[in-house]
């Protein structure tokens, strides 16, 4: 404690010494001066004495002063009164605000005064300092009365404690209602930012003021009450919406990719997000409704033939090559056709299988339609009247930037994204002022079509001989042949669809489209290009399904010769003879067409996912790293020259998609498994290409906009769900079923489930209206119906975007005028 004392007494006289040298001597004199006289028992009688005196002229003054306040407040009420019964349009609040802000103004005049009186009394500085203590009492008890009186009532009046009228409060409230909307609509006033942050501030003082006022007393709690639920309402909504867009899978990744490599490759990622969605939906369907019924309540795999592997391929079912192959213990299971049982009901819930299995099938395909045609329309409507370029960089240069922004790297992410706009933004001007040889671009116009239709007739030949060439090895066995000639019509299809695109990018570069065209023409032809690979590949499938009807009747033959030697050569025809137990695995099969396709379809998809794998991990990742580190002891400039950095492929990414899908929806009725497998794919695809896009490609060197609308897209998804549909359609309605596999086995045709469901289970009455309903003679004329239909509402909807197109153009001319 001694040193403590020490240490603080050294600081003291430490202080003493600064203020020393910062002030004159004389002042210190003087100070110490008036404190000696401070001191002395004299002068403080004398001190005493005066502020009594002091006191009680302060409470004089301030009791006059508080007199003629009061009679003030009362004559300028009593004119507020008198001015609200003469006008109508101007509020009671209103008048007593300015009557207190005129008694607030008269008020600093006699506190003026009353300083004035006690300056010309001229006390000396302790007595003005002293004196200044029972003004601040004055004004603090002022500020206590004006508080109770506040509480006392909902208004601006500090005199009386006297409640608030019922029309009064009738019109403080439309006065809030009119400055939340004011609130609501302040930003599209065409005010100065000055005039409107002073409107905004003195607006949200006035609700905050008044608004809980109004809850206060007696029959107004419910008024308060609905301010603070609309409140959290509001506060509810506006985090449920931030809730929704951080649940939406990849949208960061999308806004990422679309900073850095604008929005044409942004749209192909929204277009893999929505076709995942649309996978997950058939998956759900197919793995809900028909396999796990399957797997759960129906016959055990061993119990009958159809479930069980043959006993030649026993040996070799469980082996990577056949399992790989998508044969042995994988062809018999609940992955494909051939497995379900053609029990009417399975289980103990008497599940119709079969039923389920047919209209699942239909239903997909269904779902499919008005699904696409459902988006389709609602990116018409999205689409309006077409893009507004007016004044379209100066939009992009004062408004583009987001200033709720506090993450660096969403920032990094909104400044390149602002980047890639304006270049965007930068070719278009330039492509519509670009002027060209119309003869040559001609000339090369038709050069590169010409190109393009020998591309796709040879891709066409090619796919046609390798079909041919791989059921001549069917016929001949394929034990005999490798591993090439058993999966070669797969392998040479997965190669046309990733060579060909690159030809047609380069044939392509002849045409001088802009981006936009360029990409559509080049979608086109790949479009065609796979249609066509397509289309030969079913024509070839259409062959061999054929040569297993053929098949088909040779194998009953045989059964029904192997039948007869189980009894000795002859037939029983004693019903009642005991059966003969044979174990399944011996019993003899049909060639199962259905299964057949199914493996084909599965085993297309599966090289097609590995071709688009390998194409990322060759073509775009090691590209990258031979460039990135070959680049400094190379002859030439590897990044700009050959081979570069390679960009994303939109075209054949996008085209590569649709016709997954369309062979999705081809085989789904003959491989359940099938959405499963696309679900994986388009899971994974969606990972790796973002990576890919983000480390391995650079932007376009033309970056362009895309459109509006992903319209061309889904245009081209519903062309090959038209085309994917009728080779169903057709094997359904014309084919008969395999006669011991699948759940239509033992009828003539498979939608004849249908009409055995209608007869068991149904009334007979319904039978008969369902029988009128799908009478041709009705279903032709309905059809018609709607294609007119159809027809109307196009040729309406055109007249009404050129009308809207009109009312633009005139409204543009309007402004335009009223600037000159």
């Known amino acids: 404690w001694s040193l403590l004392e020490f240490s603080m007494s050294v600081l003291q006289r430490l202080t003493l010494c600064f203020f020393f040298f910062l002030f004159p001597h004389n002042d210190f004199k003087d100070e110490e001066s008036e404190k000696e006289k401070k001191v002395t028992p004299k002068t403080r009688r004398e001190n005493v004495r005066g502020r009594a005196r002091k006191d009680s002229e302060e409470e004089e003054e301030t009791r006059t002063v508080g007199q003629r306040r009061q009679r003030n407040r009362r004559v300028q009420r009593k004119q507020a009164e008198n001015e609200d019964s003469d006008s109508d349009g101007e509020s009671c609040k209103s008048k007593k605000n300015r009557a207190n802000r005129i008694s607030k103004q008269q008020e600093p005049s006699e506190d003026e005064g009353k300083e004035n009186k006690e300056g010309r009394k001229g006390r000396g500085k302790n007595e003005t300092k002293e004196g200044k203590k029972p003004d601040e009492k004055g004004k603090t008890e002022d500020n206590k009365k004006k508080d109770k009186k506040k509480k006392g009532s909902s208004s601006d009046s500090d005199s009386e404690d006297e409640p608030i009228t019922e029309e009064e409060l009738a019109k403080l409230k439309e006065e809030v209602e009119e400055k939340k909307k004011l609130i609501a609509t302040l930003r599209n006033k065409p005010w100065q930012m000055k005039k409107k942050l002073d409107v905004l501030k003195e607006a949200q003082l006035f609700v905050e003021k008044f608004e809980g006022a109004l809850g206060k007393g007696k029959g107004k709690k419910f008024y308060a009450y609905k301010v603070m639920m609309t409140k959290k309402w509001m506060k509810f909504q506006r985090d449920f919406e931030n809730f929704k867009t951080a649940c939406i899978p990849w949208e960061m990744k999308i806004k990422e990719i679309e900073s850095h490599f604008g929005s044409s490759v942004a749209s192909y990622f929204i277009f893999l997000r929505w076709m995942y969605g649309i996978n997950m939906i058939l998956f759900g369907l197919t793995f809900g409704l028909v396999m796990v019924p399957e797997a759960l309540m129906g016959k055990p795999y061993g119990s009958l033939p159809r479930k069980t592997v043959p006993r030649a391929e026993e040996g070799s079912a469980m082996n990577f090559a056949t399992l790989w192959d998508f044969s042995g213990l994988a062809q018999y299971s609940v992955l494909f056709y051939g497995y379900y049982n053609n029990q009417r009901t399975i289980g103990w819930l008497k599940f119709r299988l079969p039923l389920s299995y047919f209209l699942v099938g239909v239903g997909t395909i269904a779902y499919?339609?008005?699904?696409?045609?459902?988006?389709?329309?609602?990116?018409?409507?999205?689409?309006?009247?077409?893009?507004?370029?007016?004044?379209?960089?100066?939009?992009?240069?004062?408004?583009?930037?987001?200033?709720?922004?506090?993450?660096?790297?969403?920032?990094?992410?909104?400044?390149?994204?602002?980047?890639?706009?304006?270049?965007?933004?930068?070719?278009?001007?330039?492509?519509?002022?670009?002027?060209?040889?119309?003869?040559?671009?001609?000339?090369?116009?038709?050069?590169?079509?010409?190109?393009?239709?020998?591309?796709?007739a040879g891709s066409g030949y090619l796919i046609y001989f390798v079909v041919r060439r791989s059921q001549k090895f069917a016929l001949e066995g394929l034990d005999n042949y490798g591993w090439w000639e058993r999966n070669e019509v797969n392998m040479v299809m997965s190669?046309?669809?990733?060579?060909?695109?690159?030809?047609?990018?380069?044939?392509?570069?002849?045409?001088?489209?802009?981006?936009?065209?360029?990409?559509?023409?080049?979608?086109?032809?790949?479009?065609?290009?796979?249609?066509?690979?397509?289309?030969?590949?079913?024509?070839?499938?259409?062959?061999?399904?054929?040569?297993?009807?053929?098949?088909?009747?040779?194998?009953?033959?045989?059964?029904?010769?192997?039948?007869?030697?189980?009894?000795?050569?002859?037939?029983?025809?004693?019903?009642?003879?005991?059966?003969?137990?044979?174990?399944?695995?011996?019993?003899?099969?049909?060639?199962?067409?259905?299964?057949?396709?199914?493996?084909?379809?599965?085993?297309?998809?599966?090289?097609?996912?590995?071709?688009?794998?390998?194409?990322?991990?060759?073509?775009?990742?090691?590209?990258?790293?031979?460039?990135?580190?070959?680049?400094?002891?190379?002859?030439?400039?590897?990044?700009?020259?050959?081979?570069?950095?390679?960009?994303?492929?939109?075209?054949?990414?996008?085209?590569?998609?649709?016709?997954?899908?369309?062979?999705?929806?081809?085989?789904?009725?003959?491989?359940?498994?099938?959405?499963?497998?696309?679900?994986?794919?388009?899971?994974?695809?969606?990972?790796?290409?973002?990576?890919?896009?983000?480390?391995?490609?650079?932007?376009?060197?033309?970056?362009?906009?895309?459109?509006?609308?992903?319209?061309?897209?889904?245009?081209?998804?519903?062309?090959?769900?038209?085309?994917?549909?009728?080779?169903?359609?057709?094997?359904?309605?014309?084919?008969?079923?395999?006669?011991?596999?699948?759940?239509?086995?033992?009828?003539?045709?498979?939608?004849?489930?249908?009409?055995?469901?209608?007869?068991?289970?149904?009334?007979?009455?319904?039978?008969?209206?369902?029988?009128?309903?799908?009478?041709?003679?009705?279903?032709?004329?309905?059809?018609?119906?709607?294609?007119?239909?159809?027809?109307?509402?196009?040729?309406?909807?055109?007249?009404?975007?050129?009308?809207?197109?009109?009312?633009?153009?005139?409204?543009?001319?309007?402004?335009?005028?009223?600037?000159?």
């Open 495 to 820: 190669l046309l669809g990733m060579f060909c695109p690159t030809l047609f990018d380069v044939i392509s570069s002849l045409e001088n489209y802009h981006p936009r065209i360029a990409l559509r023409w080049q979608l086109g032809r790949i479009f065609a290009l796979f249609l066509g690979n397509l289309y030969t590949f079913i024509i070839a499938l259409m062959d061999e399904i054929n040569l297993k009807l053929e098949e088909e009747k040779i194998v009953k033959y045989n059964m029904t010769i192997w039948e007869a030697s189980l009894y000795n050569g002859t037939i029983p025809e004693n019903s009642t003879a005991p059966p003969i137990h044979v174990d399944p695995a011996d019993v003899p099969r049909g060639p199962c067409w259905e299964t057949m396709v199914g493996q084909e379809f599965v085993r297309l998809t599966i090289s097609d996912i590995m071709t688009t794998y390998i194409t990322i991990l060759v073509g775009d990742f090691l590209r990258a790293v031979f460039v990135r580190f070959f680049n400094y002891c190379w002859c030439w400039d590897l990044e700009y020259g050959f081979p570069s950095y390679s960009e994303f492929d939109i075209s054949g990414n996008v085209l590569g998609l649709i016709f997954n899908q369309g062979m999705i929806w081809m085989g789904s009725f003959y491989a359940p498994c099938l959405p499963a497998i696309n679900v994986f794919r388009l899971h994974t695809s969606m990972y790796l290409q973002c990576w890919a896009v983000m480390c391995c490609n650079v932007p376009h060197e033309r970056v362009f906009k895309a459109s509006r609308s992903n319209n061309f897209y889904m245009a081209m998804l519903l062309f090959i769900l038209f085309l994917s549909t009728l080779p169903a359609v057709y094997t359904i309605v014309s084919i008969p079923p395999s006669f011991d596999c699948g759940p239509f086995s033992g009828k003539t045709r498979m939608f004849e489930v249908i009409s055995e469901t209608l007869e068991n289970d149904f009334p007979s009455w319904f039978g008969k209206v369902f029988s009128y309903a799908s009478n041709p003679g009705l279903i032709l004329p309905f059809i018609l119906l709607m294609v007119l239909s159809i027809y109307y509402l196009n040729a309406t909807s055109k007249s009404y975007k050129e009308a809207n197109l009109d009312l633009k153009k005139k409204l543009q001319s309007v402004r335009m005028s009223q600037k000159v």
């Open 368 to 456: 499919s339609f008005m699904v696409v045609i459902r988006t389709m329309a609602r990116n018409a409507n999205e689409e309006g009247g077409g893009d507004d370029t007016s004044f379209n960089f100066s939009w992009k240069m004062f408004t583009s930037w987001d200033y709720l922004i506090g993450n660096p790297e969403t920032a990094d992410n909104k400044f390149a994204s602002i980047t890639t706009s304006f270049k965007e933004a930068i070719l278009e001007e330039q492509e519509n002022r670009k002027e060209e040889n119309i003869h040559l671009t001609r000339f090369l116009r038709v050069l590169a079509n010409f190109l393009a239709l020998c591309t796709l």
